[in-house]
């Protein structure tokens, strides 16, 4: 029945832009049916209620993340690669707050159903397939620097995994303000934990900090970070002469 995909499709578009202007706190029925001109009615009637509503934007947040995602090319150097990938992360997390705060449940208590299950038993982060498509470009970069002899060989799923929990938790701690708004946070404190991590997972210190140079100078080149150079730390001034 197109007009009742049609109804279904327009209460999505309208909670996702609600969602960007107000964040998931404003969400309500009678507001999203609002939007488009209908009776909170419709909301029931294609969502069972706002928790069918708050899955459905979920599920749709996380489509248009793994869009974003998709977005980084594979090059020559697949470290290069794995870290892009994660500054495009974040920066899917800056660009949009309200919709990342909905997909992690970091929302009013209940406001989206848990997708989540375990990812060290099941191979995959949740129920919801949208959010499985966007973590499985992460395992895939990780197999290619793999393949490559960047790193060791190990369950690529968790090593993803402890990648994930990294730059989630720098964007979590960058949302909040932690570390400015400008970027300088993903010179001074990312890009050194980015090294460590791959070095403690097999990689050449050296050709760790070629690769992360390499993509924080794309980043720059993207806007995405500051163009400021890292301070100088430890250094003693030089006695005169």
């Known amino acids: 029945m197109p007009k009742t995909s049609g109804t279904r499709e327009k209460l999505i578009g309208a909670g996702m832009r609600l969602l960007e ?54 090059t020559d150097d697949p470290v290069t690669d794995l870290l892009v990938l994660g500054l495009a992360y974040r920066e899917f997390a800056a660009a949009s707050p309200q919709r990342y705060r909905l997909m992690f449940g970091l929302a009013s208590p209940g406001a989206l159903p848990s997708f989540g299950h375990d990812l060290t038993a099941e191979g995959t982060p949740a129920t919801a397939a949208e959010l499985n498509d966007a973590f499985a470009l992460l395992p895939r970069q990780v197999r290619r620097a793999m393949n490559a002899g960047r790193i060791r060989r190990d369950d690529p799923v968790l090593v993803a ?3 994930w929990c990294m730059i989630h938790g720098y964007v979590l701690l960058e949302t909040t303000g932690v570390f400015g708004q400008e970027g ?5 404190v990312l890009g050194p934990h980015v090294i460590n991590l791959l070095v403690g997972l097999g990689d050449e210190r050296e050709a760790a900090e070629r690769s992360a140079g390499q993509a924080l100078l794309d980043a720059e080149t993207a806007g995405v970070v500051a163009r400021e150079p890292a301070p100088r730390r430890g250094r003693r001034p030089r006695p005169a002469r």
Not at 27 to 49: D, K, P, Q
Not at 184 to 188: A, D
């Open 184 to 188: 300088r946070g993903v010179l001074h």
């Open 161 to 163: 995994g402890q990648i």
């Open 21 to 74: 202007e107000r964040g998931p706190e404003a969400l309500n029925a009678r507001g999203v049916a609002a939007e488009i001109g209908a009776s909170t009615m419709a909301v029931y009637t294609h969502f069972g209620g706002m928790t069918g509503l708050y899955e459905a934007l979920g599920r749709e947040a996380f489509a248009r993340f793994e869009r974003h995602l998709r977005q980084v090319p594979d």
